[in-house]
C-alpha cells in the first residue's frame, strides 16, 4: 500500500489503541493459565492476532464474540510439529523459552520481516541452558528439543529483554519450587516492569533486586478465572502527542499516567521539549507549540520511541541528541539505516556519533516519497512529519502500520487530515 500524506492541521480527540506489548503477555498467561481469563479492550493488531492464533494452536479456546475476549485454557496441553509467530519478534522469544520446557522438537517458525530478524542470541540462550538447536543459520525456521534447564539460569541482557520476558515466564509456570533468575546487562527495562505487572494479575509471584536478581517463587491458587483489561497503548498514542505538538489541537485519550510501559516516557521527553501539553486523569491534551525547545534522551529503555523523538527533533529550535542507536538494528528494519534514509530524504540533518544521533532542528520537511522499509514505526513517523512538509509526502510499505496500529491512517483521517491510500 502507499500512502500519500499532505501537510494539515488536526483537530479532535482519539482513543489510543490497546497495547500490544501487554495484550501479548496477557495471551501467553492466558495459555498457561487453567481456566478462563476474560480480557477487556483487547488488541487486534497484525501482532495480537499472531498471537491468538498461536496459543490457539497451543491448546487454547478462543471466544472472540462479545467485546471482551474470553480465554479458556487448561495450561500447555498440545505441543505441535511447528508453530508461526507471524512477524512477533516478541511472541517467537517470549514463547520460546516457554516451549523448550516440553522433551520434544519443535519447529519455529515465522513470516515477513521476522524470517529477516537475526535469532543467534535466543539461540545461544537456549543452548546454553541445555536446549538442542539444530539449524544451520541464525534465522528462523529453526528446531529446537527441550527440555530447557531452569535450575541455574544466567542471561545476557544486553541485546532484547524479551526472552529475559519469556525465560521468567517459563521459570513461573514450571516452578515447583523457589527460582532464581540472574541477569546482567539489563535493558528496556520498563518492559520486564510490565511482564512482572502481568504475571501478578495470573498469581505469579516474582521479585527482582535491581533487574539482576529474579526471584521466582511458585504461583498463588487465585481460582479458576482471571479478568483484566489491556491498558492504551504509548507506544501508538506517541505519534498523535507528537503530531498535535507540531501540526495540531488534539486530545489523546485512555492513556494511564502511572503506566509502567516503557514509551510512557514521551511525557518526559515533551516537557523537556517545552511543548504545550495538559495531563489530566485520562487523557493528555496537547497543541501546537511554536518554540519547541531541543532535548536530549536515553532511548536505550524505551527503543521504539526513536523514531517519532527523530521527528519531534526536526520541529525543534538548536541541536537534540537521542542515545540509544545500537538497540536500533535488528527490529522489523535496521532502524538506525531507516531513519538516516527516510529522515534525511525529509530533509532532516542528522548525525550519527557512536550510539548518539544527533538532529538539528528547524528543519525545513520536503515533499518526497520513501520507503517504510516494512517497518511500521517509519511508516508512522513519516506519516507525521508530513504534516509540516511543504508539499505531499509518499510512503511506501504504508501497509507494515497493520503491524501494531490498523487503524493509523484512518485515525489520521478523522482529525482533518488528507490521506490517500492507494494498494
Known amino acids: 500500500m502507499i500512502a500519500t500524506v499532505h501537510p494539515n492541521f488536526l483537530k479532535g480527540s482519539i482513543t489510543a489503541p490497546p497495547s500490544k506489548s501487554m495484550m501479548q503477555r496477557i495471551c501467553a498467561l492466558a495459555l498457561l493459565h487453567s481456566g478462563e481469563t476474560i480480557i477487556h479492550n483487547p488488541g487486534f493488531s497484525e501482532d495480537d492476532s499472531a498471537t491468538l492464533r498461536l496459543i490457539e494452536c497451543l491448546g487454547a479456546v478462543v471466544d472472540k464474540k462479545s467485546q471482551a475476549l474470553h480465554i479458556k ?40 520481516t521476522l524470517l529477516k530478524r537475526d535469532m543467534s542470541d535466543l539461540m545461544a540462550l537456549l543452548s546454553s541452558l541445555d536446549v538442542t538447536i539444530n539449524s544451520s543459520t541464525s534465522f528462523l ?6 527440555p530447557i534447564n531452569t535450575k541455574e539460569v544466567s542471561i545476557d541482557g544486553s541485546k532484547s529483554s524479551q526472552y529475559i520476558t519469556g525465560m521468567i515466564i517459563a521459570c513461573a509456570y514450571s516452578a515447583n519450587s523457589p527460582i532464581e533468575l540472574r541477569v546482567f546487562n539489563t535493558v528496556s527495562n520498563p518492559y520486564l516492569n510490565l511482564t512482572l505487572h502481568c504475571l501478578r494479575t495470573f498469581g505469579y509471584q516474582v521479585e527482582h533486586k535491581n533487574y539482576e536478581h529474579f526471584a521466582i ?30 501540526a495540531g489541537n488534539l486530545e489523546i485519550k485512555g492513556l494511564d499516567r502511572d503506566s509502567v510501559q516503557a514509551d510512557a516516557a514521551i511525557l518526559k521527553v515533551l516537557v523537556d521539549a517545552k511543548a504545550d501539553i495538559e495531563v489530566g486523569e485520562n487523557s493528555i491534551i496537547v497543541r501546537k507549540t ?49 531513519i538516516l534514509d ?7 540533518d542528522l548525525t550519527v556519533d557512536g550510539d548518539v544521533l544527533f538532529i538539528n532542528g528547524n528543519s525545513a ?6 520507503s517504510a522499509h516494512h517497518d511500521h514505526r517509519m511508516a508512522m513517523s513519516a506519516a ?22 490498523p487503524d493509523f491512517f484512518n485515525a489520521l483521517i478523522s482529525l482533518g487530515a488528507t490521506v490517500s491510500l492507494t494498494h
Open 73 to 112: 485454557s487448561e495450561g500447555m496441553l498440545n505441543i505441535p510439529q511447528e508453530v508461526d509467530f507471524g512477524e512477533s519478534g516478541l511472541a517467537c522469544r517470549m514463547f520460546a523459552p516457554i516451549l523448550a520446557l516440553f522433551n520434544k522438537s519443535i519447529t519455529l517458525n515465522g513470516k515477513g
Open 384 to 405: 507525521i512529519a508530513a504534516l509540516r512538509a511543504n508539499g505531499p509526502v509518499t510512503i511506501h510499505q504504508a501497509e507494515s502500520v497493520k503491524k501494531s496500529f
Open 141 to 146: 525456521p529453526f528446531e529446537m528439543k527441550g
Open 290 to 338: 511554536q518554540n519547541l525547545q531541543s532535548f536530549h534522551f536515553d532511548a536505550t529503555h524505551s527503543p521504539d520511541l526513536f523514531p517519532i523523538l527523530v521527528c519531534l527533533a526536526a520541529f525543534c529550535s538548536g541541536q537534540s541528541s537521542i542515545k540509544g542507536l545500537g538497540r536500533l538494528c535488528n527490529k522489523e528494519s535496521n532502524r538506525k539505516d531507516s
Open 365 to 370: 520537511i520536503r515533499s518526497c516519497q520513501v
Open 217 to 246: 517463587n511458585p504461583k498463588i491458587d487465585i481460582g479458576r478465572k482471571v479478568e483484566c483489561s489491556i491498558e492504551s497503548d504509548w507506544s501508538s498514542a506517541a505519534y498523535f502527542l507528537v503530531a498535535g505538538v507540531i
Open 342 to 348: 527516510v529522515f534525511g530524504n525529509l530533509g532532516v
